[in-house]
């Protein structure tokens, strides 16, 4: 499984209309899906899955967040209009930033005006709107885990999903078209698919160095609703077989009140093989400080795969806690069975739930003092890498933030 960091052909999202997760009929959610879809195309293919009801809406509101970005793009290219290039996969494709090589060329090689372009990446910009129908927009949990095979193919894993516990404590009572999507998505982008149906995963739960080295958490991977026919010793074995891993660490702990269980991306993530960030407060009385002080005490004793001792920089989460408000709640429509949201109920607000896109960071931003801070951290990491923030609060209120709504297709 390769590093998120490392080159992707392109990212998959899916458009937010569940009313139970969506305050308000999705509307702020789906402006917020659309920049963040924007950005990433300057760079790679963004594929958007909607289902038959809301393919025109989503085509609609991407087209108008590509038109800005082709304004920008366009004006500081001193207005050669070439720059948006040709599609390159299909007519069900809409171009943003650099399309292709010649698009560079035509801008007299400033690729800043899409981004840094590369041969990678090159004609491969734009998103398509894909009509695959799903129970949420958790693009991370409910689509294919990529892996690379030894001739650089690119695979996906096709996990069986439960909506974060099944029966026992899952989060709504069907989930039947998330756990189709994967194989429909890997179908779609033309990828084989791994059948891995008897084993309950989520992408969010993982983390992958590149080289060898899985993080996982063991509140969320030993939970009662996910496999509990398994011992610890025989998950793991697991995830090496089928993640090409050769050392899992095991955090004991997520985001506090993480309603997955405690997934590892809201609380750890790598920035390079060997370098990480962990979601930190200093605050003892906060009931993070215990949690990710254990974490952190782990991984000061642990060594990667190749035997490093990862290096862990202190990503801060906000310095108040982001909670449900009551004009929140007026907007959501909660279905029999599903996870209702309270007054008041801390929401899993991290900074580590960022993405890694080509050229890009995307990390969430919630009207808080430790915002500019994290941007600062992430930008002294990513130095090579434009770091955007986005006020991703309408994210949230729906479970999860950037990182959770994103599943990187790896170049290969």
Known sequence: MPGEFEPHRGTVLIWPVRPGSWPYDGKEAKRKFAEIAGILSRHERVWMLADAAHVAEAEAMLAETCSVNLKQAVESCGGNAEICGKPSEGPATVPCGVASEQSVESCGGNAKAGGKASKESAGNCGYQVLEIPTDDAWARDVGPTCIVDDRGGVLGIDWQFNAWGGTFDGLYSDWRLDNAAAAKICAELGMDAVDAQDFVLEGGSIASDGE????????????????????????????????????????????????????????????????????????????????????????????????????????????????IQA??????????????????????????????????????????????????????????????????????????????????????
């Open 327 to 412: 004009s929140d709640l007026k907007g959501y429509r909660f279905e029999p069975g599903e996870d209702e949201r309270e007054e008041g109920e801390r929401l899993a607000a991290s900074y580590v739930n960022f993405y890694i896109g080509n050229e890009t960071i995307l990390v969430p931003q919630f009207g808080d003092a430790n915002d500019s801070k994290a941007v600062e951290l992430l930008e002294e990491l990513f130095p090579d890498r434009k770091v955007w923030p986005i006020q991703a609060r309408c994210i949230l209120v729906g479970g999860g933030n950037i990182h959770c709504i994103t599943q990187q297709i790896p170049l290969g």
């Open 212 to 323: 060898g080295t899985v993080v996982v958490t063991a509140c969320c991977l030993l939970s009662k609703g996910r496999n509990p026919h398994m011992t610890k010793e025989q998950i793991e074995a697991r995830l090496k077989d089928m993640l090409g891993a050769e050392k899992v660490i095991w955090l004991p702990n997520g985001i506090y009140n993480d309603e997955t269980n405690g997934h590892v991306d809201n609380i750890f993530a790598f920035t390079a093989p060997g370098e990480a960030v962990l979601a930190w407060t200093d605050d003892e009385n906060d009931p993070q400080y215990a949690l990710s002080l254990e974490d952190l005490q782990v991984l000061e004793q642990e060594r990667d795969a190749r035997g490093r001792k990862i290096k862990v920089h202190k990503l801060y989460i906000p310095s108040k806690p982001i909670c």
